[in-house]
Nanobody, 125 residues
């Protein structure tokens, strides 16, 4: 089993930065891809970013490309999402997820087996 715990959310003004963290426990973290997803009120959960097991390959949703950075520290079993130049449309609950089957991760929720409980990010304009 894997447990994922997100932290770092909060209320910020547009243009500010936040760094989300996702700490994993219970399984070999360094072998697996990680992803970040988000769900805004009244909307479906959507892909934000993903990173392969080594950290060398990353992908981003077009809406966050150039503003968000995903990276990981396998020694600390933690994946991060650095969010810069935040916009009101980034307001959502952010979830991290682990994919045990796909070494590069996926944009699809269904290809992640383990999820965190989410952390709220609110950006005021």
């Amino acid at each position: 089993q894997v447990q994922l715990v997100e932290s770092g959310g909060g209320l910020v003004q547009a243009g500010a930065s936040l760094r989300l963290s996702c700490a994993a426990s219970g399984r070999t973290f360094s072998s697996y891809a990680m992803g970040w997803f988000r769900q805004a009120p009244g909307k479906e959960r959507e892909f934000v970013a993903r990173i392969n097991w080594s950290g060398r390959i990353t992908y981003y949703a077009d809406s966050v490309k150039g503003r968000f950075t995903i990276f990981r520290d396998n020694g600390k079993k933690t994946v991060y999402l650095q969010m810069d130049n935040l916009k009101s449309e980034d307001t959502a609950v952010y979830y991290c997820a682990l994919s045990a089957r796909y070494p590069s991760g996926s944009d699809l929720e269904s290809q992640y087996e383990y999820w965190g409980q989410g952390t709220q990010v609110t950006v005021s304009s």
